[in-house]
Nanobody, 119 residues
Framework: DVQLQASGGGLVQAGGSLRLSCAAS????????IGWFRQAPGKEREGVSC????????HYADSVKGRFTISRDSAKNTAYLQMNSLKPEDTAVYYC????????????WGQGTLVTVSS
């Protein structure tokens, strides 16, 4: 049974940092492209970052380049999204996803984790 468990959201002041985690079970995370998407209130869901399976590199939305870093730990079968220099406009529910690309989600979703950035 494929499952993704996202965690790490919270409330942080502008300029602060958070690290989101996405723990995978039922499949080998390295075999899939893992993506992070977010959806802010009243807005469409958007792709934030993804990291390709195998030795593939990361990709980022322009809005987070230079501030967010995606990574994965094969031994823990977990992906991460390190978010630095957070802005109020980063406030959203963040979801991890497997099997897609930066702009197109794959079939597997984790539950959302809420990130709130106060000004």
């Amino acid at each position: 049974d494929v499952q993704l468990q996202a965690s790490g959201g919270g409330l942080v002041q502008a300029g602060g940092s958070l690290r989101l985690s996405c723990a995978a079970s039922g499949f080998i995370l390295d075999d899939y492209t893992i993506g992070w998407f977010r959806q802010a209130p009243g807005k469409e869901r958007e792709g934030v970052s993804c990291i390709h399976g195998g030795n593939g590199g990361p990709h980022y939305a322009d809005s987070v380049k230079g501030r967010f870093t995606i990574s994965r730990d094969s031994a823990k079968n977990t992906a991460y999204l390190q978010m630095n220099s957070l802005k109020p406009e980063d406030t959203a529910v963040y979801y991890c996803n497997a099997g897609g690309t930066l702009r197109i989600n794959g079939p597997y979703w984790g539950q959302g984790t809420l990130v709130t950035v106060s000004s």
